[in-house]
């Protein structure tokens, strides 16, 4: 078994008295670093202060409250100051922060994006978004949740594959690839002014190619039937370069 698969069954044995809110299980599968960042939405807490390290190999569990909605990014090639909590990041990064505190990191960015109930639903909904570019693969599996439930993931290196006009490069390395809509800034890609509904926004030829190698993601703003899961499960394993990754 691999240090993914052990983790979610020891959690899975420990905590099946958890039923106040949901757990969310955070592994870093990378052979790198991986610093999580974390934004609540508006009027929802932010967990950890918005943001941690987790060396390769290693894992955190957060306990959000009930009906929590919010979003979390894995930032890249990161350097803090231990004393001050500032530095930068490759990829993701907030502000030079840590912890994020109610920032977003910096596209391009693989989101795991989620709202974990509503007052007209106990149904979770959640999805890996590739709208706002890549920067390392990423899964949301349920853990203990009803029949049905789906898996959220963008399980490929899109890096390798990232067509030259989208590439991000640091340091001579390819470290993210954007979207169509972040590299044109476009209503047409961004699917926002006159395009902002199904019928008039429809895929690019890059969110085709995002798609096609990360089917269980979301490709573009509308990709509703395929990206968006459902569930009712009282805790999710997100984990960086989940196993399937290559």
Not at 91 to 103: I, V, W, Y
Not at 119 to 141: E, T
Not at 161 to 178: A, D, F, I
Request: hydrophobic fraction near 35%.
């Amino acid at each position: 078994m691999t240090i993914s698969q052990v983790f979610i069954f020891l959690c899975f044995l420990i905590s099946l008295s958890f039923t106040d809110g949901t757990q969310l299980i955070i592994v870093n599968n990378c052979k790198e670093s991986i610093w999580p960042g974390i934004l609540g939405t508006a009027g929802y807490p932010t967990p950890q202060s918005g943001g941690f390290h987790l060396h390769s190999g290693e894992q955190q569990v957060l306990d959000v409250p009930e009906n929590w909605s919010g979003r979390l990014w894995g930032r890249q090639g990161c350097c803090f100051d231990e004393q001050t909590g500032k530095g930068s990041c490759q990829t993701g990064d907030c502000a030079g922060l840590l912890q994020c505190r109610g920032l977003g990191g910096v596209p391009p960015a693989t989101l795991v994006e989620m709202t974990l109930g509503t007052s007209k639903s106990d149904l979770h909904y959640y999805d890996v978004s590739l709208v706002d570019g890549f920067n390392v693969p990423v899964s949301m599996r349920p853990i203990g949740g009803r029949m049905g439930c789906g898996v959220a993931a963008c399980e490929a290196d899109l890096n390798v594959c990232c067509p030259s006009t989208l590439v991000v490069m640091k340091q001579g390395k390819v470290v993210g690839c954007k979207s169509a809509c972040l590299a044109a800034n476009s209503d047409r890609y961004c699917c926002r002014g006159v395009f902002a509904d199904p019928k008039s926004c429809k895929p690019t030829v890059f969110g085709h190619l995002f798609k096609a190698i990360c089917p269980r993601a979301y490709s573009y703003a509308f990709d509703d039937s395929t990206g968006l899961k459902t569930c009712k499960a009282p805790r999710y394993v997100i984990t960086f370069c989940p196993p399937n990754y290559g």
